[in-house]
């Protein structure tokens, strides 16, 4: 039975809620999701005291959170609060207005905790084995150690987009006398990490600060495809960003694609908090997670009783996607079986490797979900579908390389133009061969009966496929010749199926 749980992570800056419908080690799908800019860390001074009126925003949010989670069923609220509660001088008395005004009582995390679940988070979205995960938030920051999936070492800093602005950003553009003081203060907590310097492997970002980056980048170049999670930001790109929020007023940034008005006056200071681990990491581009602290508290309950980590979070992405729309298993593994035999045997045909190999299998599980839309059309509504989920682990090209695969398996001329700036060379051809592929392998399982076993391939001036069958295939096999002509195409050879 599914459940339901709401995960609120009260930050310095952001608090955020999301509402997962979830049947535990199975499948799970984001219900809902809301935020709202609470500043609670603005104004602490020297005491360390939250002020009234953050406090007040944050308490009011929070009635208003617990209020829609009794309103759409929610089974299971698990509240946390991170750096900004954790400091704070007056925090026990903040967190028991909570508990009396709003009704929800906080865990607090420890700065340990708040970098494990942001790792999690990341760990079980993004396809990283090794490498570092650096989270930003409105009050720390947090760098943790990734090998073999695992976590290393980790710091917790006290620089965060929110304490910084608050400390640095005295002029409005900021001055270059600010900018360096910024700078100076956000490197030297960093100066006792010797393990960061030059640290090898994939950079990883979670946190608002980092997603707003990918989200104005994506924007100012017209990416094509409308998510942060998966997206690779260069240094370069940081670097030009950062130079072009210097020269711009908070007015002026609030205008930048892709920003909200409630973080262009962080925004900078945030960024350079993430220029600096890259460069002292020396990584050359980072890659973002929509996800983060949230998903990872979420997964330690998903996943109850056993490893937080799911093992192959791509191919556990396609089936959970499969099994929300639900998909026909038998039906969708007998095409993928078949799309792989073919594969196997034109190796020498079309010469790609297992990372295509493993492409088109997914895709043939995942072909018929457009059918929860309707029939009519189901290839173009289930591209829709994969390049609006959130294909854990999949790069943005290799999400284009699915939904390509998905919308050309039943009929149509392949074409990739819309989705050229994130392709690679050469992929053309390789969407084309593949889905010429797919189509054979759907069609030679026509009346999804698996009377097709298998297919023997000889190559030649002309492809012969010769079917192992079941019973009577005539159906099939009539239908599987007259859908060959993407195969001729793509291939540059006629093809016989018998």
Known sequence: MQERIAVIDLGSNTTRMIVVGYVPHQTYKLIDEIREA?????????????????????????????????GIGVDRIVPVATSAVREATNREEFLQRVK???????????????????????????????????DIGGGSTQVSQAHRRQMGQTISRPIGAVRLTDRFVKSDPISSRDFRELQ?????????????????????GIGGTIRALAEIDQKLRSHPIDRVHGHILKADRVYELIEMFRGLTIKQREDVPGLSRDRADLILAGA????????????????????????????????????????????FSVYNLARMYHYEAIHSAKVRDLALSMFDQMHSLHGYGVDVRELLGHAAILH????????????????????????????????????LLVRYHRKGDVSTDHYRTVLAPGDDELVAKMSALLRLAEF????????????????????????VAAGDNALEVWDANRAAGLFRKAFGCDVDIS
């Open 184 to 204: 100076r203060a956000i490197s030297t907590q960093f100066d006792d990490v010797p393990w960061l310097n030059g640290y090898s492997g994939t950079l990883a």
């Open 272 to 315: 350079s908090i993430l220029a600096e681990v890259m460069r002292r990491g020396k990584f050359n581009q980072i890659m973002i997670s929509g996800q983060g602290l949230r998903e990872g508290v979420f997964f330690e309950h998903f996943t109850h009783g056993r490893s937080p980590l799911i093992p192959d979070i791509r191919a």
């Open 368 to 403: 018929d979900i457009g059918n929860a839309v309707n029939y009519y059309d189901h290839h173009k509504h289930g591209a829709y579908l994969i390049l609006n989920s959130t294909m854990q682990g999949f790069s943005h090209r290799e999400v284009a390389i699915l939904a």
């Open 100 to 134: 009396d005004e709003a009704g929800l009582e906080f865990r607090v995390l420890t700065a340990h905790e708040e970098a494990y679940y942001g790792f999690l988070g990341a760990m079980n979205t993004l396809d990283v084995r090794d490498g570092c995960v650096v």
């Open 444 to 467: 030679l399982e026509r009346r999804k009966s698996q009377v097709v076993q298998d297919v023997v391939v000889e190559l030649g001036a002309i492809v012969k496929i010769i079917t």
């Open 38 to 70: 609470v500043r609670l860390a603005h104004g602490i001074e020297s005491d360390g005291n939250l002020q009234l009126v953050p406090m007040n925003r944050a308490i009011k949010t929070m009635r208003l959170f617990h209020q829609m989670c009794r």
